[in-house]
């Protein structure tokens, strides 16, 4: 069976990456029977310039879109919905602050050394637009860590010193050189750049084609 690799650019305060993932996992799911898959996340930054203590996330997304206060709360809506029919939980994504979560990037690059990262994101995805919790809060992030089978106290060093910080802006710029510029990218096998949360449909039929290129070329 045809191994497909998919590397997962992702920012744990961005809602469609949460939605991408989900819709990921449901095309995976419709080829399952067809091919095995890889995935591998990688961090992005999508709110590099938001001060330490955050910022509410309606001001910011209306000073970053030039758009109303109420245009971004009904687009918030049409997210939430759409996260909701996925089974994901959004029930505080409209009292949400907007983060800069490079220290908790950090973190995930620790968790994904013990194989827990993907794990983490999600976590994070559930705490942000679930609970409104601050990913960027070490009591939000070691007793996600904890729960994992991570080491607490190892998280509490890594979020008080720089360590982690050269590979994260190295990963963040890699890919970045390689053309993703928004949040979530899916690149399929080192070479095809997949952009937004695309239906599962879609994704699917990608993946699909992808592979079938691949294997025309072999």
Not at 58 to 75: I, Q, T
Not at 102 to 119: C, I, N, P, S
Not at 125 to 145: M, Q
Request: charged content about 30%; some cysteine.
């Amino acid at each position: 069976m045809q191994t497909i690799k998919i590397d997962l650019v992702s920012d744990v305060v961005c809602p469609w990456c949460a939605i991408g993932d989900a819709r990921l996992q449901q095309a995976m799911d419709r080829l399952a029977d067809e091919y095995e898959f890889e995935v591998e996340w990688h961090p992005f930054l999508l709110n590099p310039d938001v001060p330490a203590e955050g910022r509410d996330i309606l001001e910011h997304l209306s000073a970053k879109y030039g758009r109303s206060v109420e245009e971004m709360k009904s687009s918030q809506y049409d997210i939430i919905n759409a996260a909701r029919e996925l089974g994901l939980n959004f029930e505080k994504a409209l009292e949400r602050r907007s983060w800069s979560t490079f220290d908790t990037h950090r973190v995930l690059a620790y968790a994904k050394e013990h194989g827990q990262d993907a794990a983490f994101n999600r976590a994070l995805f559930e705490a942000y637009f679930g609970r409104a919790e601050s990913p960027t809060d070490p009591e939000v992030i070691v007793p996600i860590a904890e729960s994992l089978g991570l080491d607490g106290a190892r998280v509490r060093e890594i979020l008080a010193s720089d360590e982690y910080a050269e590979q994260v802006e190295r990963e963040i710029a890699h890919w970045q050189s390689l053309g993703v510029s928004s949040v979530p990218s899916f690149i399929v096998d080192n070479k095809y750049l997949l952009a937004g949360a695309q239906p599962p449909e879609t994704l699917a039929d990608a993946l699909r084609q992808i592979a079938g290129e691949r294997a025309e070329s072999a």
